[in-house]
């Protein structure tokens, strides 16, 4: 009996070999029993209890018809059996009711019943279908451990207490859609055989740390008003998160995703950590929502760091803005990106990774720390491998815009980093080396523009430089001159001498042998020998840019 009390009924005749051990009436398992009897002490004891402690511990009941009935009491089922149908439709609890380790063998209905205090089921075992649908938990309930052997529907219920489902096991499927989860509710370590959760409502945190999803589980417009804990979870079938909200941030990390996930128009105000899950077979994230890059932009959206994908051609990203998400220490040359929105670089409006970015205080970019006596500020290398990654899927699906990005990005990054640790050898390696210069020139060859720029720069800038080293003409002029001001003559003009300067050259930038006016040595010999390789390296780079466009 509850707290050690004694049964202090007489003792039953029980039939051999039914019990085993001499027991009162109340706690005889014999199915032949007087029910009558039974019902009138049960009767008796709960109208003796009036508001205090009704103590059925142990009781094994024959079917019971509880439709409609209101419990003043604290009623105590701990250990009760229910040998055949319990029916508790519409019934009222209205203090504790306490059914630890209770076992119900036939069909159980709590449908519409209310717990105004406590309900605890916790370790009760439901042998067949056990239905609480619609049922109202106004204080905490407790399921941890209970066993549901077949059908369970907690379909419409309120739960506006904690609610505990740690290390249930449900043998078939048990639906919870449109349930309504007011507080925080734990189904860390619980067994689903097929669950739906759909438009179920969790308005405090969610935790299925750990559950074991045997067969389908449908969350499909589910919403997450406070953070959901998946991580550690396993899916064995399909995962289902189609037009689910969360609103806090959810937890994916190592979770496991057997027969494919579907996030397809999920919704995530906050991080979404996907951190180590393993994706077996195909992962849909089709207008899926995470945080963009103006809300909060040095914090991330979602994060795939060491997510491992088998199938990752059948990974699809389409139209989901990517510009907060990091995909470091994640192969992503096969996945599918459509019409997909990434990071836009400041400066040049081209497409980036957040990787290059993101805050390194925060907890998930952690393989981008550096030891303290590094001299790079992050692990640029581990980003341009996502760079080259991304690259290359773009390279291979012919989209070579965006591929061009990704390469710009990749040479950002090799020319940012530097073993040098002197700051002045740094800020060389970053300003003045040579892939620098290739920035400047050409922006990685991205830009056929920019190097026809600084081509026409140096033609000038050598016409302008010829005549005050000295021209020297080959034909019989006039007025022969040897510099500007000599040769601004009223029969040489001053744009005329600039004139034959820029033809000079022009004639170098074409690697012409012979000129019209030969620069004078010393001076417009070294000029000549200063141009040349100039506008070659210029013209080499712009014709490289063309290809690369033409390619496009």
């Known amino acids: 009996m509850f707290e050690g009390g004694a049964c202090g009924r007489p003792v039953y005749n029980t039939p051999v070999g039914v019990d085993g051990e001499l027991v009162c009436l109340m706690h005889?398992?014999?199915?032949?029993?007087?029910?009558?009897?039974?019902?009138?002490?049960?009767?008796?004891?709960?109208?003796?209890?009036?508001e205090g402690i009704a103590d059925f511990s142990g009781f094994v009941f024959p079917e019971a018809d509880f439709r409609d009935r209101t419990f003043t009491p604290r009623?105590?089922?701990?250990?009760?059996?229910?040998?055949?149908?319990?029916?508790?439709?519409?019934?009222?609890?209205?203090?504790?009711?306490?059914?630890?380790?209770?076992t119900f063998k036939q069909k159980t209905v709590f449908g519409a019943a209310t717990f105004t205090q406590e309900a605890n089921f916790s370790q009760a075992t439901f042998t067949q279908r056990a239905d609480f649908g619609g049922a109202t938990f106004t204080q905490s309930a407790d399921f941890s451990s209970a066993q549901f052997s077949q059908r369970t529907d907690f379909s419409y219920s309120r739960f506006a207490q904690i609610a505990r489902f740690t290390?249930?096991?449900?043998?078939?499927?048990?639906?919870?859609?449109n349930a309504k989860f007011e507080n925080y509710c734990s189904f860390s370590q619980t067994t689903f055989r097929g669950t739906a959760f759909r438009q179920a409502t969790f308005t405090q945190g969610a935790s299925f740390g750990g559950a074991t999803f045997t067969q389908g589980a449908d969350f499909f417009g589910?919403?997450?008003?406070?953070?959901?804990?998946?991580?550690?979870?396993?899916?064995?079938?399909?995962?289902?998160?189609?037009?689910?909200?969360?609103?806090?941030?959810?937890?994916?990390?190592?979770a496991t995703f057997t027969k494919g996930a579907d996030f397809t128009e999920a919704r995530f105000t906050q991080e979404a950590d996907f951190r180590r899950a393993t994706f077996t077979e195909e992962a849909?994230?089709?207008?899926?929502?995470?945080?963009?890059?103006?809300?909060?932009?040095?914090?991330?959206?979602?994060?795939f760091t060491l997510a491992r994908f088998e199938k990752p051609e059948e990974v699809i990203f389409y139209q989901t803005d990517l510009s907060r998400v990091l995909f470091h220490n994640c192969d992503v040359s096969k996945f599918l990106f459509s019409n997909v929105t990434w990071r836009k670089r400041p400066g040049n409006d081209k497409n980036m990774v957040f990787d290059e970015v993101v805050s390194l205080e925060n907890e998930n970019p952690s393989a981008l720390r550096l030891p303290e006596d590094s001299p790079d500020e992050r692990n640029y290398s581990l980003v341009a491998e996502l760079y080259q990654q991304l690259k290359k899927n773009y390279d291979d699906r012919r989209d070579y815009w965006t591929a061009g990005d990704f390469h710009y990005g990749e040479m950002e990054l090799k020319r940012q980093s530097s073993r040098r640790r002197n700051p002045l050898l740094r800020w060389w390696h970053r300003n003045l080396g040579l892939a620098a210069?290739?920035?400047?020139?050409s922006e990685y060859g991205e830009n056929y523009l920019r190097p026809v720029g600084w081509l026409l720069v140096v033609v000038a800038l050598l016409a302008y430089l010829f005549p005050m080293a000295g021209l020297s003409?080959?034909?019989?002029?006039?007025?022969?001159?040897?510099?500007?001001?000599?040769?601004?003559?009223?029969k040489l003009g001053y744009w005329q001498v600039l004139d034959h300067s820029l033809l000079t050259a022009l004639s170098v930038a074409a690697f012409q042998r012979e000129f019209v006016y030969e620069p004078i040595y010393p001076w417009g010999l070294i000029l000549r020998l200063?141009?040349?390789?100039?506008?070659?390296?210029?013209?080499?780079?712009?014709?490289?840019?063309?290809?690369?466009?033409?390619?496009?």
């Open 222 to 254: 589910a919403t997450f008003t406070q953070r959901a804990n998946f991580a550690w979870a396993t899916f064995t079938q399909r995962a289902n998160f189609l037009l689910a909200k969360f609103t806090q941030g959810a937890n994916f990390a190592r």
């Open 28 to 50: 005889s398992s014999d199915p032949n029993k007087d029910q009558g009897a039974f019902w009138e002490e049960f009767e008796r004891i709960l109208k003796l209890a009036g």
């Open 75 to 102: 009623c105590i089922f701990r250990g009760a059996m229910f040998t055949r149908r319990a029916n508790f439709l519409g019934a009222m609890f209205t203090q504790e009711a306490d059914f630890w380790r209770a």
């Open 473 to 490: 003409p080959r034909i019989s002029l006039q007025a022969p001159y040897q510099n500007v001001l000599a040769s601004a003559t009223p």
């Open 530 to 552: 200063l141009e040349l390789p100039l506008t070659s390296t210029l013209l080499a780079l712009f014709l490289l840019a063309v290809r690369r466009h033409c390619r496009r």
């Open 284 to 303: 849909e994230f089709r207008e899926t929502v995470f945080p963009k890059q103006e809300n909060d932009s040095d914090r991330p959206g979602a994060v």
């Open 167 to 177: 290390e249930a096991e449900f043998g078939q499927i048990a639906s919870f859609s």
């Open 437 to 441: 210069w290739y920035k400047y020139a």
